[in-house]
C-alpha cells in the first residue's frame, strides 16, 4: 500500500526493528515453502487453503478441526498427511511437527486470541482472520504473546494486498482527488438464524465487527490517517429473534485530523454491496464493488482522469496475495504490513463506536 513520506519512515523504522528480530529458524533458501496449519475449516479457510494451492512460497501442511471425517477429506485434497490433523484439544503438539512453520486462525472472533496465543507459545506465525479479537485486551494479549514467542502476527485484511485498492489509495496519495473531504461506505448481508455471527459470546458484537470493520479500515487506508473522533448510532429492526444478543444495523461517523470525515454504515438484515465514494476538493472516486472476493470495480472522476476498471482476478487470489505476503515476512523477517498492531487500532475504534452509541460489549 503507497503510503505518505512520514508513514513511510515509520513503516521504515518498523522494518528496521523487524530486521533486528532473531531469526526463527526457517530455512531461508529460495525453495523454502512456508507450511500452515489450518486451524477452524469453515468457510474462509476454504478459500484461504484454494488460495494457497496458487502461492509460490506457501503450502497447507496441516490442519485442526473439530470434525476428523471433515478434516481428513480436506487433508486428502491439500495432500496434508492424516498425522497433521489435530484437535483443538490436542493442538498443542503441532509444536513438534516441522512442517508447520505457521498458523492460519479461521475460527469465529472469540476464539482467535485463545488460538493466536497458544500457537505462538507452540513456536508458529500466526495468521489471524479479522476481526482480530472480541475485546482490545484479547488483542493486547495476542500481541504479546506472538512477540515473546517471537513469531510474526498478521491480521488477515485481504484487501491489504489487493491491487485496485492499492491503486486507490495510490492515487489519493498522488492527489487525484485534491483533498479528501468526505469517505462514505457501506457493507452487509441479511445473517441466517442460528448464525455464530449473531451469537454475542462467539462474535463479540454485531455487524461492525464483521463487515462494518472493511469501512472502518478503509477509511483509515485510503486517509493515510488515525481517526480522533467517533459518532455512533445502532439499531435492530427486526424483531425476529435473530438480534437477541447482537445489534442488526451499525451507523457511525469518523474525523481525521485533517478535517475529513467518514460515514460508515453495516447491517445484518440486508444484502448491503460493499462500496466506498471519495469526495475529493478535485475529483470523485467510487469502489463498488468494494469489498468482495474479486470484481473490485475502481472508478474515478477528477480533472485530466477519467477511469473505469475492475479486477478480472478470480477468487481465490487475494488469499494467494495474502497467503504470499505473510510467508514473505516469514521467510525474510519482515514485518507484515497488516500486523497485529493494525489490528488492534480498528479494535479500539470498535469499541469506540459502540461507546459513542451508549452499547456496553
Ligand atoms: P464459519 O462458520 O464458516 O467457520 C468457522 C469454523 O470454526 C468452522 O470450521 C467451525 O466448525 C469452527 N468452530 C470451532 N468452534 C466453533 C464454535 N464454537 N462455533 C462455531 N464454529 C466453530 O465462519 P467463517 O465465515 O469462515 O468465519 C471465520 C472467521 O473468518 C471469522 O473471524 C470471520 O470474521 C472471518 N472472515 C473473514 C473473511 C475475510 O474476507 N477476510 C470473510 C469471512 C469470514
Redesign the pocket.
Known sequence: MRVSRREFGRLGAMGLAARMLPSVGLAQGGEKKVGYCV?????????FMRGVLASSNSKITGLV???RD?AERVAAQYGVPTSSIYS?EDMDKFRDNKAIDAVY????????AEYTIRSAKAGKHVL????MSTTVKEAEDMIAACKAANVKLMI????HYEPTHLKAVKLIRDGALGRVEVINGAFGFDAAPG???L?KT??GGGSL??VG??VLNASRYLTGEEPVGFTGTVSTVDQDGRFATVEENVTWTTKFPSGALCAGSCTYGAQMPGYFKVFGSKGTMTMEPG?N?DGMRLRVNAPGLTLDEANTEKDPM??TR?ADHFSECVLGNKRPKSSGEEGLRDMKYIVEIYGAAGVRL
Open positions: 486451524i477452524g475449516l469453515g468457510t474462509i479457510a476454504d478459500h478441526s473439530g470434525h471433515k483443538y486462525v479461521a475460527l469465529p472472533n472469540s476464539m482467535h489471524c482472520e479479522k476481526p488477515a485484511y485481504r484487501l448464525a455464530w455471527r451469537n462467539l462474535a465487527f464483521d470493520i472493511y469489498f472476493y487475494q488469499f495474502e
